[in-house]
């Protein structure tokens, strides 16, 4: 099976910008998980896409959405961009059945924001 | 696990050695915990889980200890391998749906 595939791999964009990024799960995955990764921060979750529908978000101001489509591939969206969102964004997907189940990652997306 | 900000915690081993990498959790109401490997230019991958009702678990050359008294995860690797150098995550479940917890993180550098 293919793996997590995030595209584009790299970004540059400037302050007030929006970006859109996207994520292709593993075939039968319907779980998308977004994380934002900084060297200050670490790993943070963004939200989660269960069948188009946002099932868990996490602490990210409003600028910061996603959407999931029928065939459960993702897209995130982050408007009016600031310097401080420059980052790796990852995706993540998991079946979506259980917590606890395993949640693979994909390469990710560096977006850098001057 | 706590983020630590701008500076990882490093252990440096030798090949060949065992590796012991260490994460605090918060959450005692916790219930899955995972251990990722980072390289570099890539995304996480997933090493080994546990359950919270378990204690100990074993996969090829890593075990994962869960001390859920003191709330602490570690993972083992044994006979380490060059190619095991890596950023380790653990990461745990807040019993919320997908949402991952991360710690913040170890970097392991092999020593040949």
């Known amino acids: 099976k293919a793996g997590v595939t995030q595209t584009p791999r790299y970004l540059i964009k400037t302050r007030g910008q929006q970006v859109t990024l996207s994520c292709s799960p593993i075939?039968?995955?319907?779980?998308v998980s977004w994380y934002q990764q900084t060297p200050g921060q670490g790993l943070q979750f963004l939200f989660e896409y269960f069948s188009e529908t946002q099932r868990n978000k996490g602490n990210f101001p409003g600028r910061f959405s996603g959407r999931q489509f029928s065939n459960s591939r993702s897209e995130m969206n982050v408007s009016t961009l600031e310097l401080g969102d420059s980052a790796l964004y990852l995706c993540?997907?998991?079946?979506?059945?259980?917590?606890?189940?395993?949640?693979?990652f994909g390469p990710g997306t560096r977006l850098l924001v001057l | 696990g706590e983020s630590v900000g701008l500076h990882l915690p490093t252990l440096s081993v030798q090949e060949g050695d065992n590796s012991i990498i260490n994460c605090a959790y918060s959450?005692?109401?916790?219930?899955?915990f995972i251990w990722y490997k980072q390289e570099s230019g890539k995304g996480p991958q997933f090493i080994i889980d546990i359950r919270s009702n378990m204690d100990k678990r074993q996969g090829q050359r890593v075990t994962v200890l869960l001390n859920k008294t003191v709330k602490h995860l570690s993972l083992q690797i044994a006979a380490t391998q060059p190619g095991d150098s890596a950023v380790y995550f653990c990461?745990?479940?807040?019993?919320?749906?997908?949402?991952?917890?991360f710690g913040g993180g170890t970097r392991l550098m092999v020593k040949p």
């Open positions: 993540a997907s998991s079946l979506g059945m259980s917590e606890e189940e395993t949640q693979y």
């Open positions: 990461a745990e479940n807040l019993n919320a749906g997908n949402m991952l917890t």
């Open positions: 075939s039968g995955h319907r779980s």
């Open positions: 959450n005692s109401a916790s219930d899955y």
